[in-house]
């Protein structure tokens, strides 16, 4: 990174963190319930929603597709619909949001007329031919030259009821898309996973769920195996709620300083596989010595950065697709907590193993974080800001992606910054 990269150093508290800090609407709910009341047919309004980077690509997306998206306040939208997509008149960019970029490709189907659908330079390096070879067998015209965005969808207008099988080892994501776009199929459409390795099959529940909301039939015939009917779907009003990784933060914020943060919601009600990360992370400082990471990708970041201040390593499993998320966060965690010490922690192929060392706390230990654009390794790395002093968080911008609000958030806890505050 160059010189003039802007950066915010967290200060040390010097008492434990208290207060209320709601966490934003969920992302992935969110930008379901945009797609699905896109699709449908009427107006539906959208409470609690998250509005950030990502979900701005997903409901910009949708207005260029036809869909009156309106946003009365700061955590609704009202989405009126007239039951189709229509085709964009230039390539949809949605930066590095991962959900609106695989979601949308698998809707393009059900458009008459192209769609071009593309993103950042970070986006553009994640991986989407297993949907597209999937969407491909369903009979639908489609194309990418690398295997990542950009990809060319000649959507006409639906496609035939068929049985698919997709790989779903690099992304739940290619599942989820394949199931909210096949209630716009000609006829009934079975999902079957190939192989049993799915990360995050929570991901697929709350697809399931938000589509049920809007009015559509999926059974599931088995673990693996999905079947939609040719329904459409309807507006309906729908509340969102708060984002379970987002709360992962404030949770480790709240162990970590020995506070007492109030986030509004008991850990039990999300619906979200992150909210698993709640067990884990009130056992510090005597986590497990193995965290399987697979259910819940998003929250390893922050526990990866808790487990430094643990009592006894760890090591981190079921991290391989964590590889191509917004960076490679293996190696990004690994050199983040290489800079704060050398030894702190180490890759062990996918596994990330954290040396873990309680008398971190007050040291001064000046690090300059790169978060490689990645908002989960700048909220995660901001944690550690709060014991050790020096920890600077490099583009603290890059929150933006889910989490607007997370540097305010600290700050009401009564965090104090110098340097960049976006
Ligand atoms: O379906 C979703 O909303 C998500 C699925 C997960 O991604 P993958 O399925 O790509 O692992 C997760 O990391 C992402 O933040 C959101
Ligand atoms: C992986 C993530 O996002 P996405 O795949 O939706 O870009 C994330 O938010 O951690």
Known sequence: MSDTVKKL????TDHPLRGHVRP????S????????????????RLTGALKSDDTRYMADALRAMGVQVDEPDDTTFVVTGNGRLASPSAPLFLGNAGTATRFL????ALVDGPVVVDGDQHMRKRPI???VDALRKLGVEVASE???PPVTVKGKGGFPAGRIEIDAGLSSQYVSALLMAAPGAKGPVRIELAGDEIGARGYIDLTVAAMRAFGAEVEQLSPSVWQVAPTGYRAADFAIEPDASAATYLWAAEVLTGGAIDIGVPASVFSQPDARAHDVISKFPHLPAVIDGSQMQDAIPTIAVLAAFNETPVRFVGLANLRVKECDRVRALSLGLTAIRPGLAHEEGDDLIVSSDPGLAGQTLPASIDTFADHRIAMSFALAGLKIHGIAIEDPGCVAKTYPAYWD???SLGVAYTGDRP
């Open 409 to 411: 958030a600290l700050a």
């Open 105 to 108: 490709t698998a809707a393009a």
């Open 29 to 44: 709910i969110t930008n379901r319930a945009l797609l699905l009341a896109g699709l449908a047919k009427g107006t539906s």
């Open 146 to 148: 690398t295997g990542c």
């Open 24 to 27: 934003p609407g969920s992302k």
């Open 129 to 131: 031919k297993p949907l």
């Open 9 to 12: 150093t967290i200060l040390p």
